[in-house]
């Protein structure tokens, strides 16, 4: 066998070369942060050393030898690649993989998660006081300066920038800073209004257009839920105690059949308030919290637009500033992440949008699993080719245009 693709599974090996990976992560150690982002990193760094999160282990250097083995079974820090983007290629190149999408997995992660729970819960990392909010800021503006830097080594890469801001016009400035610099990925969260507005607020259109015309999405990802449902206090129960903790998320019962509900309330925002309307080239994604709610939503959605005007006021025209039906704008405007366990066979079998689902390894967190290729293209095999074709390359192309 050719050992140029030992690491791609055989139904995979068509597309080595042209795989679009919708969702990884770069994992630099705590005893690289200052290196990594600055001198800003350096107390943050000193907080996650009090706790047990595997990213405070010391790494000495990225230097995991890259084969077919390291890559797949190899997680966190000690993966090729976690944290040297020069060899992160060289993953790629013996995965197949042309172009990725990296969100933050070290201080941007935890910085975003910081920042929501900096009041509610002082204990978090306690010893940072003071301004802890502002402090957590800082950190996700180093972060995006990371980005900047690391985008301009490979278009191949393509580091995920963190946009929240208070105003408007900040939300706009900062994405436009980060699109100027070459950022080709944008993070709203999902679980907060972006600048105050609801995602269908005309007053994000500046910014909406912004994206669609440089061709850089819009991406929603797990991590920074927590104020959603103001409240985390829906999994204090016995059932719920005992699940392991993610450095993403929370990996109990509760937390997982629910971390999908902000970005869909955000998207179905979106989609019923005009926004793919009148922006029909914004690209949108949604990485890691699951494909399983899309189908359903899209039906969902589906049957108010169709019954809307039974509920509109006598003097309007119509209920919804939009054209299409809502699936439809769901089908061209939206691409959602796998994770490796989810029966996307089933999903296409009962929804029938075989368009919207990409690919994602997660490298190098081990929610990903260890044989990510493998996994997703067992279940797409009946389908043959074609669909394999979609969601390991076309439909993630979306997300990562040339």
Known sequence: MDNT??????????YAGQIMDTDTHEYTPVNHWVEQFGSIASDFAHALNQTRMPIRTPVVADDTAVNADTVWKTKFASAPGAFDFRRRLEVMDLTGVRTQLMFPGSIGLYAVSFYFRAEQF?????????DRKGYARKLINAHNDFCIRTSR????????????????????AEAKRLVDNGVRGIWIPSATLPGGVSPAHPALDPLYSLLAASNVPLLAHVGADFEFLKT???????????????????????????????VQNFLATMVLGGVFERHPTLRYGSCEVTGQWVGPLAQNLDFW???????????????????????EYIRRNVRVSLFDIEPVDTYIDQFNMPEIYCYASDYPHP????????????????????????????????????
């Open 5 to 14: 693709f030992a690491a791609i599974p055989e139904a995979v090996r068509p």
């Open 305 to 327: 637009h169709a019954n809307s005007r039974k509920f509109s006021l006598g003097n309007m025209e119509g209920a919804l500033p939009i054209k299409l039906q809502p699936s």
């Open 232 to 262: 985390g206090a829906w999994r204090d129960a016995p059932a719920f105690v005992g699940w392991k903790a993610g450095e993403e998320f929370q990996m109990d019962p509760w937390t997982l059949s629910t971390l999908h509900l902000p």
């Open 122 to 130: 002082p204990d978090m990392f306690k010893s940072i006081q003071g």
């Open 367 to 402: 929610e990903g699993g260890k044989d990510p290729m493998g996994d997703v293209s067992a279940k797409l095999a009946r389908f043959g080719p074609d669909i394999l074709r979609k969601v390991f390359v076309e439909n993630g192309q979306w997300l990562l245009p040339d």
């Open 153 to 172: 080594a490979s278009d191949r890469l393509r580091p995920v920038g963190v946009v929240f801001c208070e105003t408007v016009e900040e939300q706009y």
